[in-house]
T-cell receptor, first 113, second 111 residues
Framework: DTEVTQTPKHLVMGMTNKKSLKCEQH?????MYWYKQKAKKPPELMFV???????INESVPSRFSPECPNSSLLNLHLHALQPEDSALYLC????????????FGPGTRLTVL | DAKTTQPPSMDCAEGRAANLPCNHS???????VYWYRQIHSQGPQYIIH???NNETNEMASLIITEDRKSSTLILPHATLRDTAVYYC????????????FGPGTRLSVLP
């Protein structure tokens, strides 16, 4: 099973709302990732968690707050977003090996009004 | 990580082989070549990866030149479902590091 699940599939929120994106994998992977993808652009890394600790933060604004409550779950908490934050948010996981293969979820399509 | 260059778009007739090129002339000895694809509005899908030798799996073949400065992804019998953006990524063998995606090649498989 190489499945990464993400919920919700679609999310519409106002600039004053607080919402969360959820990502789950049951492959025993020890690294998990958040990427952001704007329309017609390639995915860009936001955060990396390895062994449930934040190991990479690509200078993401604090209105995005990641959380890794356990090795299977990854959340992205959203607060006071801007319309330009509208994008496809992708989660991925990998085994944390030298020749890592990342497996991506289907993404959450976020629209900020 | 080494930078890659891919053509922005390609067409392929259904049932024919699709050959997608990638240049990575600054690749170093410990960097792997990975291929992913992304079908419209879905998450990227892993296809194949290699270091020096040619690789084949149920989806595709990866041909890496002897000097490792370029590679070709081959989809042997393209179908309409193979229409997607294909990303060639060169990445060091390392733990928990991200993939840096370039613009990729938009492959259109035509009936």
């Amino acid at each position: 099973d190489t499945e990464v699940t993400q919920t919700p599939k679609h999310l519409v929120m106002g600039m004053t709302n607080k919402k969360s994106l959820k990502c789950e994998q049951h492959m025993g992977h020890r690294a998990m990732y958040w990427y952001k993808q704007k329309a017609k652009k390639p995915p860009e890394l936001m955060f990396v968690y390895s062994y449930e600790k934040l190991s990479i933060n690509e200078s993401v604004p604090s209105r995005f707050s990641p959380e890794c409550p356990n090795s299977s779950l990854l959340n992205l908490h959203l607060h006071a977003l801007q319309p330009e934050d509208s994008a496809l948010y992708l989660c991925a996981s990998s085994q944390f090996r030298v020749t890592d293969t990342q497996y991506f979820g289907p993404g959450t399509r976020l629209t900020v009004l | 990580d080494a930078k890659t260059t891919q053509p922005p778009s390609m067409d392929c007739a259904e049932g024919r082989a699709a050959n997608l090129p990638c240049n990575h002339s600054t690749i170093s000895g410990n960097e792997y070549v990975y291929w992913y694809r992304q079908i419209h509005s879905q998450g990227p899908q892993y296809i194949i990866h290699g270091l020096k030798n040619n690789e084949t799996n149920e989806m595709a073949s990866l041909i890496i030149t002897e000097d490792r400065k370029s590679s070709t992804l081959i989809l042997p019998h393209a179908t309409l479902r193979d229409t997607a953006v294909y990303y060639c990524i060169v990445r060091k063998g390392s733990y928990g590091q991200n993939f840096v995606f370039g613009p990729g090649t938009r492959l259109s498989v035509l009936p």
